[in-house]
């Protein structure tokens, strides 16, 4: 061996023993994700029909930060070669997309399936599998058919029977190439965000009472598109299915809130997952109490939030195949003083039905985006709540990225966050033996952030939207996600030395 093999040989063995150390397991996949609303635009093209988003945007435009809306976006629609493409330089294992159900049913219901939204879903999910790249579709990602919305949409208890015939739509022409399905993004935000704040799509606000009705029927909607799969598809394509939720993680203020705190998890995850996950199923037991007790005080004759019958408990418990998660940032919590408003926006601000504030600690960076801080250790945690309450599951991280402003491809607050999660993961998998298999990187291109528009971007490729053809073009985080991929390895070794994308 002459001395320049022997250094090079010396050189690949420590590299290979340092990354041994911080390897995923084997079979652990890594994604990214986007969905419809957010990146397709073609909003009117072909027979597609008129959703939530598009009314909304379009009948009150000052909804949205700078007036911006996805009638365009990304030109996902068109440029599908383009994300097909990027996904594949990253090397994605797997690439999280949504189907935007008006365009696959422009009537909402299955009567007619168009011809152009069924060929689009096809053209991209061939493109990703002759890439190697599985294809896991989003059914629900914000976006309703209008014309559902105009019957009560999620508030609607037929939306069970509606949403149960579009799945059953989209497995049978899809399900034989696709074998991860999520039925629903993140319940919380389409009950309780819509319905407490009003402020996205659809924007009605009845707090504290249409956003519980949405949860049962949102419940029990996801169940039967779950049962559908597990009876008519899984015993010839054996593929999972799963809803995703949003989840934050509380942390009390101080030891006196240990109780509140608790509650308070139960009531935000709780109430998406204790139905599903629980040996029991049904409402958790402490928050359904203390829901009926707040609503018989405030003179109703029954709990706002609506029962469920022990036929309905049995129908829901136990659709999972996974419990799928998207992470983003923590809060602290502590009881609400005396006369303090709470928003109604449960989530990030407080929790009126639990007389819960929430506040940041001062050690979390704060992102730019105004609910955002940064605590990587809080999803090691949220790992191990979920284990602890809900018991050994597989679990998939389908959401997690950082938000950022203006053009800027040198990210190196967004490398950051990715390698200190990726980390806390990876200590939940091999210290606190949590079985996570799969991690997805929110978003693989900038992209419309709702009601921020184009202002907050999350992307791993920057979009230049004043490009009719909306270039994609990789930030240093794509290489850094990509030399993670490649490694299975979060702690890549040498930073600068990334294959160019
Ligand atoms: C996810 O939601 C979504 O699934 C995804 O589509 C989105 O792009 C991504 O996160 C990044 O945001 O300041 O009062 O308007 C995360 C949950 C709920 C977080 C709404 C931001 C804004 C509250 N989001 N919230 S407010």
Known sequence: MSTFEAVVLWVLLICA????????????????????????GAWNVSDKGENTWDRLVHSNPDAIKNRDNGDVACDSYHNWRDDVKIASDLGLHFYRFSISWARLLPTGLPDRISEDGKNYYNNL???????????????????????????????????????????????????????????????????????????????????????YLCTKFLLLAHAKAWRIYDKEFKPKYNGKVGITNHLIWMEPFSNEYEELT??????????????????????????????????????YPRSRLPAFTQEEIDFIKGTYDFYGFNFYTSRLVRKARDGETLSNWPLENGCPELSAAMEVHPSWKKTESDWFWINPVGIRKMLGWLKKTYGDMEIFILENGLATKDYNLNDEDRIKYYRDHLEQIWLAITEDGVNVTRYTAWTLVDNFEWIFGYSVKFGLYEVDFEDPKRKRTPRASAKYYKEVIRTHSFDVANKNNYDEL
């Open 125 to 211: 999910i061939d493109g990703l599998l002759e890439k190697g790249i599985q294809p896991l579709i989003t059914l629900y990602h914000w976006d309703l058919p209008q014309r559902l919305q105009d019957l009560g949409g999620w508030t609607n208890p037929l939306i069970v029977e509606w949403f149960a015939d579009y799945a059953r739509v989209a497995y049978t022409l899809y399900a034989d190439r696709v074998k991860g399905w999520i039925t629903i993004n993140e319940p919380v935000i389409v009950c309780d965000f819509v319905y407490n704040s009003g402020i996205i799509a659809p924007p009605i606000k009845d707090p504290g009472f249409a956003n």
């Open 262 to 299: 608790e509650n308070l998890r139960h009531y935000l995850a709780g109430l998406y997952s204790h139905p599903i996950y629980t040996k029991d199923g049904g409402w958790p037991p402490e928050i359904e109490k203390i829901i009926a007790e707040n609503s018989k005080r405030q003179g």
């Open 17 to 40: 023993d340092l990354s041994d150390g911080v390897k995923f397991p084997p079979g652990f996949l890594f994604g990214s994700a986007t969905a419809s609303y957010q990146v397709e």
